[in-house]
């Protein structure tokens, strides 16, 4: 029996945030922008559905002048994102089987 | 990059390699600066000591050591605001903790050379201890130019344990050049 993809990990750009935030401790939101190539308004929607969902931390300041706002990965975004990853590996050995 | 939800299982783990394969690239990208940075300070700073002590005799040159936090320290932080959109790793933290500890280290065996044994703090203790720090940093980020040039600088020290007076500035310039060339070719082999 196959375990159902996380909706909210299987889309294209959130998939890709968590991908970021998986592997550092924390990001700025101009970071994930460049590193995604996405607009700054689709990725804050996608960045509050996450954070909606307890898988990211938003913390919103200042660098100096300037505002910045820093994303975290949570402990249940990373378990999320590795049962996501785990779903997929069944679906592809399936394929492989086939 | 879209909201797209009608991903394939192929795509799905197509954007999560390609994501994380960038997000190294952009972390790794300014991994060398650093080490040239404090390569070159020490190079510079080491080099001027010597020629003074050489030339005049007097040790009280050595007060200049205190040049390299002096430049070392903005210098570092300017770079590092140039890059604040840069992300924080736990291997950043793990190798400034390293480092805070060859720091903290040298601090103490200087406050105790200069109060209780004037022969706690001898060159190559202090030089290994650098080459050491170097050493483990390289191990940590995974990178061969700058292990290859802690264990450089660890033999370097072990090397010169028969000088003394401003010879001994030359064993931190080669330690100051060894470490900036450790440092650019780990820049360019991440380019």
């Given at each position: 029996?196959?375990?159902?993809?996380?909706?909210?990990?299987?889309?294209?750009?959130?998939?890709?945030?968590?991908s970021?935030?998986?592997?550092?401790?924390?990001?700025?939101?101009?970071?994930?922008r460049?590193?995604?190539?996405?607009?700054?308004?689709?990725?804050?929607?996608?960045?509050?559905?996450?954070?909606?969902?307890?898988?990211?931390?938003?913390?919103?300041g200042?660098?100096?002048?300037?505002?910045?706002?820093?994303?975290r990965?949570?402990?249940?975004?990373?378990?999320?994102?590795?049962?996501?990853?785990?779903?997929?590996?069944?679906?592809?050995?399936?394929?492989?089987?086939r | 990059?879209?909201?797209?939800?009608?991903?394939?299982?192929?795509q799905?783990?197509?954007i999560?390699?390609?994501?994380?394969?960038?997000?190294?690239?952009?972390?790794?990208?300014?991994?060398?600066?650093?080490?040239?940075?404090?390569?070159?300070i020490?190079?510079?700073?080491?080099?001027?000591?010597?020629?003074?002590w050489?030339?005049t005799?007097?040790?009280?040159?050595n007060?200049?050591?205190?040049?390299?936090?002096?430049?070392?320290?903005?210098?570092?932080?300017?770079?590092?605001k140039?890059?604040?959109?840069?992300?924080?790793?736990?291997?950043?933290?793990?190798?400034?903790?390293?480092?805070?500890?060859?720091?903290?280290?040298?601090?103490?065996?200087?406050?105790?050379?200069?109060?209780?044994?004037?022969?706690?703090?001898?060159?190559?203790?202090?030089?290994?201890?650098?080459?050491?720090?170097?050493?483990?940093?390289?191990?940590?980020?995974?990178?061969?130019?700058?292990?290859?040039?802690?264990?450089?600088?660890?033999l370097?020290?072990?090397?010169?344990?028969?000088?003394?007076?401003?010879?001994?500035?030359?064993?931190?310039?080669?330690?100051?050049?060894?470490?900036?060339?450790?440092g650019?070719?780990?820049?360019?082999?991440?380019?």
């Amino acid at each position: 029996m196959f375990r159902k993809l996380n909706p909210l990990l299987h889309s294209e750009l959130r998939l890709a945030v968590m991908s970021i935030l998986i592997g550092v401790e924390e990001a700025d939101f101009v970071y994930i922008r460049k590193q995604t190539g996405a607009t700054a308004g689709n990725l804050s929607v996608q960045i509050d559905k996450l954070s909606e969902a307890g898988y990211i931390t938003v913390e919103k300041g200042f660098k100096g002048k300037k505002p910045c706002t820093t994303c975290r990965a949570t402990d249940t975004g990373v378990k999320a994102f590795n049962e996501y990853v785990d779903a997929l590996k069944d679906y592809l050995s399936l394929q492989d089987w086939r | 990059m879209e909201t797209n939800n009608n991903l394939s299982a192929e795509q799905s783990l197509k954007i999560i390699s390609e994501t994380m394969a960038r997000n190294c690239r952009a972390i790794e990208k300014n991994q060398g600066t650093y080490y040239i940075l404090w390569g070159v300070i020490l190079t510079l700073v080491s080099a001027i000591i010597y020629l003074l002590w050489n030339g005049t005799g007097n040790p009280i040159w050595n007060y200049l050591w205190f040049l390299i936090p002096a430049i070392g320290v903005p210098a570092a932080i300017f770079i590092s605001k140039r890059n604040d959109c840069a992300p924080k790793t736990y291997l950043h933290k793990t190798v400034g903790l390293i480092w805070c500890a060859f720091g903290i280290t040298a601090v103490c065996l200087t406050i105790l050379t200069c109060t209780v044994n004037p022969f706690v703090l001898d060159t190559y203790l202090i030089t290994s201890l650098f080459g050491f720090t170097i050493l483990s940093t390289g191990i940590v980020i995974k990178s061969w130019p700058i292990i290859t040039s802690g264990a450089l600088v660890v033999l370097l020290g072990a090397l010169y344990t028969n000088y003394g007076g401003a010879q001994i500035c030359l064993i931190w310039l080669f330690s100051g050049v060894i470490m900036t060339i450790g440092g650019a070719i780990a820049k360019l082999i991440r380019r």
